[in-house]
């Protein structure tokens, strides 16, 4: 293939490399160890042959070794030193840990996240605002636990989910964890890490009453969806200011109480005054219960039209404007639409392994990925699509021409052809 007029002396992908720091990367598998026993394929190179079949869209380890044979010229601006062998690449993903490649992602989101900036706070808030929702993957196995009943004929498929956290200016997920889709969502509450002063949304599947409380000790705003059977007790109805009258049905300050059980096994000095017979395994278990208050906020609005019904939100942010915390929520739907996009550009349909290793790889690869494009994307000068920024990267993967050059200015070469032509003519026509 001739080299582009225009180009930088490397392949498309050796552009995309670029933005990786090698050297931060090879820190990271020194911290966990993740090149031990590893003769030829160390931690660097899975990463870039994942993230080549990921951008290339390939969808099995035979794609993926053609995919370098045809690019054996370009393996050097790779970082390749051999060519990839299916075998090899088939025990590196069931072998090496995940938490490689999470930590490249973290690192990447901690060098980029300045320019990912790409949209508009909501008005009347200050607070930086976390979008919090989980997408499911399904599973031809039951290597993770699918959700739902078991079939009557046939055998019950597998289902990966991601617990997602985003921020709404960014697009690009600041926090992921990945579990079985039989698991619930509420927990991941109890695993985010957000600072005081924060503003999180998420929908009914994160009913927490006692995480919520935790949420306002520690100057944490929320706002969700109230369930139907929600028990609540009105201490105070609000006025509804004039201007939200046509929208707002009513606002009120409400009381949700909570009470949470558990079992722990007991301690030895709990055991030395038990009486009775030890069960065969040692342990006995204890029955713990704990109880709790939680103020909130409950505000029911109409829908698009008053025909359509009510909608009816929960909030611990007591000051705000009713019609601010509506906004809130409905900016919620911006992580659908990220998940939306990534799932189309990034198919995580066939996964290059059938072990748990392999299927979070190729989780984490695709986020890297997604966050590499939108780094690209937000580094051009011309506005694109994440979908045509993407196509057009999968295009170019192998070819000599300048990305942001074309990013840039994708008809350039074909105008000049055109020019060219024109003057030809003209030149013609005058002799």
Not at 28 to 40: C, F, G, N, P, Q
Not at 186 to 207: P, Q, W
Not at 236 to 250: G, H, L, M, N
Request: hydrophobic residues 35%; aromatic residues 10%.
């Amino acid at each position: 293939m001739g080299k582009d007029s225009t180009n930088s002396g490397i392949p498309v992908f050796g552009e995309l490399l670029n933005l990786l720091d090698k050297q931060e990367i090879n820190k990271i598998a020194e911290e966990l160890k993740s090149d031990k026993y590893t003769k030829r394929l160390d931690s660097y190179q899975h990463l870039v042959i994942m993230l080549y079949a990921v951008f290339g869209r390939f969808n099995s380890l035979r794609e993926v070794k053609l995919g370098f044979l045809s690019s054996a010229t370009r393996m050097n601006h790779f970082g390749l030193d051999y060519m990839v062998r299916r075998s090899t690449l088939s025990d590196a993903n069931s072998r090496r840990t995940p938490e490689f490649f999470e930590k490249v992602y973290y690192q990447l989101y901690d060098r980029y996240k300045g320019l990912l900036s790409d949209s508009w706070p909501v008005k009347g808030i200050k607070r930086p605002l976390f979008i919090v929702d989980s997408t499911t993957i399904s599973l031809f196995t039951q290597v993770f636990r699918g959700a739902g009943r078991n079939p009557i004929n046939g055998q019950k498929k597998g289902g990966v989910k991601a617990h997602t956290v985003i921020k709404a200016d960014e697009d690009v997920p600041v926090f992921v964890n990945i579990t079985d889709a039989a698991d619930s969502d509420h927990e991941i509450l109890r695993k985010m890490n957000l600072a005081s002063g924060s503003y999180v949304t998420f929908d009914m599947g994160y009913v927490d009453y006692e995480e919520w409380e935790r949420f306002s000790t520690h100057d944490i705003y929320y706002v969700t969806r109230e369930k139907k059977r929600t028990k609540k007790v009105v201490l105070e109805t609000r006025a509804i200011p004039e201007e939200d009258q046509k929208s707002i049905v009513c606002d009120e300050i409400v009381e949700l109480h909570w009470e949470r059980r558990w079992s722990r096994p007991m301690t030895k000095e709990e055991l030395s005054h038990r009486r009775g017979r030890r069960p065969k395994s040692g342990i006995v278990l204890v029955k713990e219960k704990r109880k709790g208050v939680h103020k909130c906020r409950r505000i029911t609005k109409y829908k698009d039209k008053k025909e359509d019904g009510t909608i009816t939100f929960i909030s611990n942010d007591l000051e705000s404007p009713a019609s601010v915390i509506c906004e809130l929520y409905r900016r919620r739907w911006q992580i659908e639409t990220m998940f939306k996009r990534l799932k189309q550009n990034f198919p995580l349909k066939y996964f290059l392994g059938d072990s748990r290793n392999a299927i979070q790889i190729q989780i984490w690869v695709s986020l890297i990925a997604w966050l590499l494009s939108m780094v690209v994307k937000n580094m051009t000068k011309r506005k694109w699509s994440i979908s045509g920024l993407t196509t057009a990267i999968h295009i170019l993967l192998n070819s000599y021409t300048c990305l942001y050059g074309f990013l840039n200015a994708p008809e350039k070469h074909w105008l000049a052809i055109i020019e060219s032509r024109q003057k030809e003519a003209s030149n013609f026509q005058t002799s």
